[in-house]
Each structure stands twice: as C-alpha cells, then as structure tokens.
C-alpha cells in the first residue's frame, strides 16, 4: 500500500505561484507513474500532469509551460510547480500514483493510490 499526502496549497492572486508537495510512504518502491489531477466544482477531476520512474513528463495542454512537475525519489516527494496561475486553475488538487504504468497517464482510473487533495484558489 502506498500513503499519499499532498500540502502547499493556498490563496493566491492571479499571475502568482504555488508550490504544491506529495508525500509518499508506505511500499514507495511499488510506484511507477506520479500524476496530479484537479477537480474544480461541477467538474470532472482533470489530469494535469504526469511523471514516469523513466523520467518521461506529461501535461494537460491548459497548463503546459505554466506547470512543472518533478520528484525527489530519495525523500519519496513529488512536487508541482505552479506558475502565472489563473482563476480557472482554482480546484482541488490530488496527487496519485500508478503501481503499474500502462500509458494512460492521463486517466483517473489508471492509479492506484490517491492523497486527499489540497485546495488551490486563485483570485482575479
């Protein structure tokens, strides 16, 4: 089993950034792909980015060359880089790992494991 714990969320203006952290613990070794979704009210939860253990990196079009994301496997952290952040970013971020990594990065159903999100609310 793998624990997911996500932190850094927060309020900011638009045009600012955020730092958002997962934790992992548990069977860390088991984890393959590493990806954050969002879920914005009314909304389905949307991929946002995604890393391989290869190091290959993904990205929802709407957040390409604002968002980065990265992890750290000696601390088992996962990080999301959040930057020029707008008010359509505003949603529920959730961090997940795929124990098995099948190409569908981008689809909710792929993970396995999921931490209870963080709020992130950017202002206008």
């Known amino acids: 089993q793998v624990h997911l714990v996500e932190s850094g969320g927060g309020l900011v203006q638009a045009g600012g950034s955020l730092r958002l952290s997962c934790a992992a613990s548990?069977?860390?070794?088991?984890?393959?792909?590493m990806g954050w979704f969002r879920q914005a009210p009314g909304k389905e939860r949307e991929f946002v980015a995604a890393?391989?253990?290869?190091?290959?990196?993904y990205y929802a079009d709407s957040v390409k060359g604002r968002f980065t994301i990265s992890r750290d496997n000696a601390k088992n952290e996962v990080y999301l880089q959040m930057n020029a952040l707008k008010p359509e970013d505003t949603a529920v971020y959730y961090c997940?790992?795929?124990?098995?990594?099948?190409?569908?990065?981008?689809?909710?159903?792929?993970?396995?494991?999921w931490g209870q999100g963080t709020q992130v609310t950017v202002s206008s």
């Open positions: 548990g069977r860390t070794f088991s984890m393959d792909t």
């Open positions: 997940a790992a795929d124990a098995d990594y099948s190409g569908r990065y981008y689809s909710p159903r792929q993970y396995d494991y």
């Open positions: 890393n391989t253990w290869g190091g290959n990196t």
